[in-house]
T-cell receptor, first 117, second 110 residues
Framework: DTGVSQNPRHKITKRGQNVTFRCDPI?????LYWYRQTLGQGPEFLTY????????KSRLLSDRFSAERPKGSFSTLEIQRTEQGDSAMYLC???????????????FGEGSRLTVL | AQRVTQPEKLLSVFKGAPVELKCNYS??????LFWYVQYSRQRLQLLLR??SRESIKGFTADLNKGETSFHLKKPFAQEEDSAMYYC????????????FGTGTRLQVFP
């Protein structure tokens, strides 16, 4: 296992186009997070899943954003009708919750960088 | 509102000098604090967590609830410590999500 994997690593698109990012978490991890990071800022929480259930969505996640984790394994983050303000690094992280206990360690992917022209 | 503040964007020191990266938080509940680090061309990774009260790579951090701070310290900086450091707050038990600060870039000169 090579850790959390994200694809594509880079995406350049024109304003108004749709983009989709994929995240493959560490295989035994049941919790998956999406974060967004812009220049000079720390990662900002977008949403997270426990298995296939999406448990929380940030107000940052507008109606143009949708995330899925259909089988509780990989996840996709789709952005429709992209805007220049969507340009950012999109980070995926995973962790494991066992018996309701979590160590607090998130394992991050290398991120998918989106540039909207 | 929950917030993490890292007042310094950049901290530059010489090798062997002490380092303190500041972190203050705002949270009305019982906080869980973490430091994450991102070395050049590597992914973001956990450095240490306050509940473990451990020293990792010579770094320590003590939670001060009175001052709502969780500063990261190292007595003698090494060049390999150069990286981006993020303080993070868990807003609920079992880390439903982390709120990150804006980060501090540590540069250690030889």
């Amino acid at each position: 296992d090579t850790g959390v994997s994200q694809n594509p690593r880079h995406k350049i698109t024109k304003r108004g186009q749709n983009v989709t990012f994929r995240c493959d978490p560490i295989s035994e991890h049941n919790r998956l997070y999406w974060y967004r990071q812009t220049l000079g800022q720390g990662p900002e929480f977008l949403t997270y899943f426990q298995n296939e259930a999406q448990l929380e969505k940030s107000r940052l996640l507008s109606d143009r954003f949708s995330a899925e984790r259909p089988k509780g394994s990989f996840s996709t983050l789709e952005i429709q009708r992209t805007e220049q303000g969507d340009s950012a690094m999109y980070l995926c992280a995973s962790t494991s919750i066992l018996d309701g206990v979590n160590t607090g360690e998130l394992f991050f992917g290398e991120g998918s960088r989106l540039t909207v022209l | 509102a929950q917030r993490v503040t890292q007042p310094e964007k950049l901290l530059s020191v010489f090798k062997g000098a002490p380092v303190e990266l500041k972190c203050n938080y705002s949270y009305s509940g019982s906080p869980e604090l973490f430091w994450y680090v991102q070395y050049s061309r590597q992914r973001l990774q956990l450095l240490l967590r306050h509940i473990s009260r451990e020293s990792i790579k010579g770094f320590t951090a003590d939670l001060n609830k009175g001052e709502t701070s969780f500063h990261l310290k190292k007595p003698f900086a090494q060049e390999e410590d150069s990286a981006m450091y993020y303080c993070a707050l868990s807003v609920r038990q079992n880390t439903d999500k982390l709120i990150f600060g804006t980060g501090t870039r540590l540069q250690v000169f030889p």
